[in-house]
């Protein structure tokens, strides 16, 4: 058994794509829309969904914002180096919401930025996890 992707629903596709391609780097694997559904299938990773788990983004065509609500947590993505990470999330547009330091009680060294919905993105630093 694997994990397969975490699912996300996203008020505006292409805003969405633009910034988990363009600003954190990922590829869009394959997309699908569903007519009958009124709704589209985006799916987005670092690497192909037989090698890793990926994040699919649900965009239900009349349904242009979500509650987050409050068992959300975050996405996790290990970078080389958080706090080049955050300033290119910044140049990128992108919003950082906890800049790049030691977690609080602990060395390793993360940082927090946000998607276009709001969703939290974790950054932790290859080779500072210890805690």
């Given at each position: 058994m694997r994990i397969l992707h975490t699912m996300l629903r996203v008020g505006n596709l292409q805003r969405s794509l633009d910034f988990y391609t363009r600003v954190l780097g990922m590829r869009e694997l394959r997309?699908?829309?569903y007519p009958d559904g009124k709704f589209t299938l985006a799916f987005v990773g670092y690497q192909d969904?037989?090698?890793g788990a990926v994040i699919e983004l649900t965009h239900n065509w009349d349904t242009d914002r979500y509650d987050l609500g409050n068992g959300y947590g975050h996405i996790a993505i290990e970078v080389d180096d958080a706090y080049a990470a955050c300033d290119r999330v910044r140049e990128l547009g992108g919003k950082v919401t906890r800049e790049a330091g030691?977690?609080?009680h602990g060395s390793?060294?993360?940082a927090f930025v946000e998607d276009p919905d709001g969703y939290?993105?974790?950054f932790i630093q290859r080779g500072?996890?210890?805690d």
């Open positions: 997309r699908k829309d969904e037989d090698q030691p977690m609080k390793t060294v993360i939290k993105i974790e500072t996890r210890k």
